[in-house]
């Protein structure tokens, strides 16, 4: 079975939804494109992940803070910041269908990605779609307008009245809090360049283009590190938060780091001076940006200063020197990291005969430990005779440890049910555990299984989650 397995997003995708990890949004009344329900098991594994970037880039960053800023902020924020004028989309629309598709996207689709048409002029996209007569992907005619800019952000309405004054944005990435607020964090926690400030929070797109299941939502959650420095030592900073990223992804979250590699941007957006994605290589899509190292120079504070007409100068407490800071952004997004550990950990396998719980193939989430949904599923071998006994061994364990309790069908079905959604641990209560208190433990990747005491049960899995 291994040699012919086929991995593709549509099994991935099919797996989240009859597992509980990801659904359609609004499925009932049709869904909505680019919209993702996280279920019971796509929550914990999310905040596992969050929890994991917080701890590095925030936690165990020795210079690092965190905050949480609000979704909604005054609409100058976006005009110094450039959204407002340079955050948009070129689109064409199709006449003989009324469809509206983005026209780099068209010219990397018809090239097969052999053409890279990111920041090309719009004259330049509208010559080649002609030259090359680019069919429209949904009717398959050749007639589309010119191209027109089309701002991503959402925009509503602040108060009762839904005119141009009241209008406001959903922040289109979760940065701007942190440098609107730069002054106030440095201030309030007595802090000295080169410092850094962490948030993860929800950022909103109005993506038009088909999402790829959660790959591209028009809803979705950054966790986002500002890193506040002096110009000279920006580079190195730069430098360092590219291999922190590469760090995170290998080491905390497990990723296979011949699935991974840095993309330098061959054209930059309006804030950057330096830029670089992190891609994962995932199945159907191919190599694909998850995160990115971005030298913002002081484009953001300067814009600010200029626009709110407050200073944003730094003043070093021991030295005097003052200056704006220079920023280098390290900007993670949750939901393709996820994606990213779910298609990483997929596994179809032949069980071989030999093994105890044997009984055909299995699928196989082989999520680190620290990143499933569960730790340990309590399986009693014969519910009314184990039941109770397992019952108590759960509840205490839930004191320490997400756990999933499971008393139907065969044990083997058991097991394949926790493989399935990546459960590290299956303990199974038996008819021995009543006479010497001791359960079997079965690792969901080797398969293998120990006897084990109930009392040095917590020890054991702790040990091995971390
Ligand atoms: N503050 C910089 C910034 O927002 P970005 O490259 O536009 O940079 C950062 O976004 C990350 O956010 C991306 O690497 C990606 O993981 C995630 N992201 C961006 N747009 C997304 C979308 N429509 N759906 C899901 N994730 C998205």
């Known amino acids: 079975m291994n040699n012919q397995i086929v991995i593709n997003i549509d099994k991935i995708s099919a797996l989240c939804k009859t597992r509980g990890f990801i659904f359609p949004g609004s499925e009932i ?99 080649w779609i002609a030259d090359n007569k680019v069919k429209c992907p949904t009717c398959g005619k050749i ?97 360092l938060y590219k291999k922190k990223a590469m760090e995170f992804y290998t080491e905390r979250l497990g990723l296979d780091k011949k699935k991974l590699r840095f993309k330098d941007h061959e054209h930059l957006c309006h804030y950057a001076k330096m830029a670089c994605d992190m891609e994962y290589e995932f199945p159907s899509l191919g190599f694909s940006e998850i995160a990115g190292t971005h030298h913002r120079g002081t484009h953001d504070l300067s814009s600010h200063a200029k626009t709110s007409g407050k200073a944003q100068d730094y003043t070093d407490p021991v030295t005097g020197e003052k200056f704006v800071p220079t920023v280098i952004e390290s ?53 009314k005779e184990q039941g109770d006994m397992a019952t108590k061994i759960y509840t205490e364990l839930c004191k320490d440890f997400p756990c999933t309790f499971d008393d139907t069908a065969s044990i083997g079905k058991r097991y394949r049910r926790q493989d399935e959604i990546g459960t590290p641990f299956c303990i199974t209560v038996d008819f021995d555990t009543e006479k010497d208190n001791t359960v079997t433990i079965r690792e969901r990747d080797t398969m293998k299984q120990e006897r084990i005491a109930v009392a040095k049960l917590k020890d054991y899995i702790n040990e091995r989650i971390k």
């Open 29 to 127: 009344y049709g869904g909505m494109a680019n919209t993702w329900d996280y279920g019971p098991l796509g929550v914990e594994l999310k905040n596992n992940i969050k929890r994991e970037w917080w701890k590095f880039f925030v936690q165990q960053n020795p210079t690092s803070v965190g905050m949480d800023g609000g979704i909604l902020l005054n609409p100058l924020v976006w005009k110094a910041s450039g959204h407002v004028d340079g955050f948009s989309d070129p689109l064409m629309d199709c006449k003989a269908c009324k469809t509206r598709h983005r026209a780099d996207k068209l010219i990397e689709a018809a090239s097969k990605g052999k053409v890279n048409a990111d920041f090309k002029p719009n004259e330049w996209l509208e010559k």
């Open 331 to 383: 900007s993670h997004g949750c939901d393709r990291i996820l994606l990213a550990c779910l298609c990483n950990a997929y596994s179809e396998e032949a069980v071989t005969a030999d093994s105890k719980d044997s009984d055909g193939n299995r699928v196989v989430l082989k999520l680190h430990p620290r990143l499933a949904p569960y730790k340990v599923a309590v399986l009693p071998l014969q519910k």
């Open 143 to 239: 007639d589309w307008t010119n191209i027109r800019q089309f701002n991503l952000m959402f925009k509503t309405f602040r108060g009762v009245t839904e005119d141009a004054t009241n209008a406001v944005y959903l922040r289109p990435e979760t940065a701007q809090n942190q440098f609107v607020d730069f002054l106030n964090v440095q201030r309030s926690m007595r802090l000295r360049v080169p410092f850094g400030i962490g948030q993860i929070g929800k950022a909103f797109r109005n993506e038009i283009t088909p999402g790829n299941f959660t790959f591209r939502t028009v809803e979705f959650e950054q966790m986002e590190h500002q890193l506040f420095c002096r110009e000279k030592e920006s580079k190195d900073f730069y430098d």
